[in-house]
Each structure stands twice: as structure tokens, then as C-alpha cells.
């Protein structure tokens, strides 16, 4: 039976049921424990499980991470949260040159089974050091497993599954989706890390996107659909390392047509390596298009934020282009 939850609380429910399976998991960072988290995914935790497995951190992410590399080592399974990916920045040695590392430093001998949970993108005016989307700079070191859901029931299901494993999770949640409303069965489930899901079927066009991203693209595709007739594949790749690439495939050889829309930056983004794996997966693809987020600081105004990624406006227009008119060329749209 399915329930509705907000992401948030999904997941808040994955982790527990995490913490209540399974006592070596807890959680570390800012303001977890009495205040229940910045955005309020681990209310309640603390009363709980109590302050030993809910530990409230000093304000020091390398510390944070630093901390859970060391606990995963020793055989626990922490969650370590940094409350802005934009301050990941501060645990770069951590993240990426001790827990991607160990285990393949070690010969094997050794796991680092953590989560590593931060939050990023735009929506909330938060301004240019809390509004970044900076999944690519992870998704780029081997060793670390990078995973970003879109909906209340991937949310739950991925993080469950990402405490589960055996190695480090990078686990990028969207600021913008806390509040998002989802069905949520109740029975147990996972979601395997690695495996994109088609969020609507189509034979025109396939969109390769992700997070916040999916719904933008979600209500291009039906509106296009009802109005230009083009039906359009929308694929969420949930978990950017490992890539899913027989998903991506099979809708690539079906349409031969693919559009690309990523929240984070254009150059040497997620967009730039979706398309070039686009052209190594089916290399007779007939056109191919990214939109990405602008080359710019993220604003405190509203409006320029907004301006600064995709909208769905300019993915309708992409879709139109893409279908219509077949004499564009590869590569970026200008819109």
C-alpha cells in the first residue's frame, strides 16, 4: 500500500529504517540531532536512537567527513552530512583522496562503507555559496558512487540501498524538492545504485536528465505531447557513477535522438560527458542538444536565478527544435 510523503520525509524514513535494521549506522553533521537537520530529514532521529548514534558536529566538514572515513574503517556505516554541497569544498581531501581511495590502496583488504549526504541546486535565492551544482566534480573520481533522486520513492530507495553498500556514496538530495509530495509504499524496498529509470515512455525525442531537472522536463514532454504531438523518452539517470548505460542505449536506438538538461554548469559539466557517452553508446544518433545550467554565479535574485538554469520554456522550444526541424546541428541550442 502506497502512502504519501514529502522527499523530505521519505527520506527520514529510509534512514531510520536503516538505523533500526542495522546499529552501526548512524549519522554525523551540523545540526542533525537537536534541531533535526537544516532541511529536517533526520527529525526525531535523536529521540530516537539517542546522541550517540545522532551526533551533532562542530562546524568543520573535514571533520565530518574525516570523522566518517575513519568510523567506516573500523566497521561502522556512517552517514556524514555537509549541509551545502558548496562547502564539500572544505572536504575535498576526505571525500576524495582518503574515502574514495582505501579500499583499492589496501589491495581490497579493507571497505569504506559511508554515506556522504549534502544538498545543492537553485530555488531558494540562497545565493552564489548555497546554490551550486557541483555533481560533476564527484561523479569525475573513481572509487566514489554518486546518486541523486528526484522523487520521494527514489529518495527513499536509494538511500537505503546507498547505506547498504560497501562503499562511499556521494548522496546529493535537491534543496528545491524537500517539500515535494510522492507515493511511498510501505512494504520494504530498495533501489539498485545504477540503474536510470524511465519516468515516461516516448519514440521521438529521448531526455537524459536528473533531479530537480526531471520534473521540468516531465511537464515539457506531456505539454508537448498533447499540443506538437511528440512523444519524448524521459529518462532520469538517478545515479550518475555508475552510469546505466544499457537504459540510456536501448532509448537512444529507439528515437535517435536525445536532448540533454542538467541544473549544473556548461562547460565540463554533466551535459558535456551525457553527450559525448550519448555518441559512444549509438554513434548513428541523428541530432543531439544539451541545455545546462548558464556559466555564471548563482544570484540572490529570484529572476536571475531562475535565468541562470534550464526552464521549461526553453525545453519545449529544444523539443520543438529537436523533432521539427531537422536542420540544426549538434551540439548546444541557442535559445
Known amino acids: 500500500m502506497n502512502r504519501i ?33 537544516a532541511y529536517k530529514v533526520s527529525k526525531g532521529l535523536i529521540e530516537i536512537f539517542g546522541e550517540r548514534r545522532v551526533v551533532d558536529a562542530p562546524l568543520s566538514e573535514s571533520l565530518i567527513v574525516g570523522a566518517g572515513v575513519g568510523a567506516a ?5 556512517p552517514i556524514s552530512e555537509i549541509m551545502y554541497i558548496d562547502f564539500a569544498t572544505l572536504a575535498s581531501d576526505q571525500i576524495i583522496n582518503q574515502a574514495a581511495k582505501f579500499h583499492f590502496m589496501t589491495g581490497g583488504n579493507v571497505k569504506v562503507p559511508m554515506v556522504i549526504r549534502t544538498q545543492q541546486g537553485t530555488g531558494r535565492s540562497a545565493a552564489a555559496q548555497h546554490s551550486q551544482s557541483l555533481e560533476t566534480w564527484y561523479a569525475h573520481i573513481p572509487g566514489l558512487k554518486v546518486v541523486m533522486p528526484s522523487t520521494p520513492y527514489d ?8 547505506i547498504r553498500d560497501d562503499n562511499p556514496v556521494f548522496f546529493i538530495e535537491h534543496k528545491a524538492l524537500y517539500t515535494l509530495k510522492g507515493e511511498v509504499p510501505e512494504e520494504e524496498y530498495t533501489i539498485e545504485l545504477g540503474k536510470a529509470d524511465v519516468k515516461k515512455e516516448g519514440k521521438d525525442v529521448t531526455i537524459l536528465t536528473y533531479s530537480k531537472m526531471v520534473h521540468f522536463c ?42 540533454i538538461v542538467t541544473e549544473s554548469n556548461k562547460t565540463a559539466g554533466m551535459s558535456a ?7 559512444e553508446l549509438v554513434p548513428d544518433l541523428e ?49
Do not use: H, W
Open 218 to 259: 516531465l511537464e515539457a514532454a506531456v505539454k508537448m505531447e498533447a499540443e506538437k504531438q511528440i512523444s519524448t523518452e524521459v529518462i532520469d539517470i538517478r545515479t550518475l557513477r555508475p552510469l546505466d548505460e544499457l537504459t540510456i542505449k536501448r532509448s537512444l536506438e529507439k528515437t535517435k535522438k536525445v536532448l
Open 73 to 77: 574503517l573500523i566497521g561502522l556505516r
Open 273 to 279: 560527458e551525457l553527450f559525448t557517452r550519448s555518441f
Open 155 to 162: 529518495a527513499k530507495g536509494l538511500i537505503k540501498s546507498a
Open 287 to 335: 541530432q543531439a542538444v544539451r541545455l545546462a545550467g548558464k556559466d555564471t554565479i548563482i544570484a540572490c535574485s529570484p529572476e536571475l536565478e531562475k535565468y541562470s538554469v534550464p526552464s521549461v520554456e526553453e525545453i519545449e522550444i529544444a523539443l520543438c527544435c529537436l523533432v521539427k526541424e531537422n536542420n540544426i546541428t549538434q551540439g548546444d541550442l541557442t535559445l
Open 5 to 37: 510523503l514529502t522527499y523530505r520525509e521519505a527520506l527520514g524514513e529510509g534512514i531510520r529504517e536503516e538505523m533500526e535494521r542495522d546499529d552501526r549506522v548512524f549519522i554525523f553533521g551540523e545540526d542533525v540531532g537537536v534541531y533535526g537537520g
